[in-house]
């Protein structure tokens, strides 16, 4: 049997975070990479700009 890999990008309130987590270890999966995203840089994304 295959196993497949899926990626999810999930922007969520960082009050939701353990519940994530929890989901996630529900169903055998994880959450393996997370960051904080300051909402200048958010709004910077959204237009289609980057940093610089």
């Known amino acids: 049997m295959k196993h497949f890999r899926s990626a999810v990008i999930v922007l969520f309130e960082n009050a939701w975070e353990r519940t994530f987590k929890e989901i996630a270890g529900k169903y055998n999966g994880s959450v393996?990479?997370?960051r904080i995203i300051p909402?200048?840089?958010l709004a910077r994304l959204?237009?289609?700009q980057t940093e610089n």
């Open 32 to 34: 393996p990479h997370q």
């Open 39 to 41: 909402t200048d840089s």
């Open 46 to 48: 959204v237009q289609g």
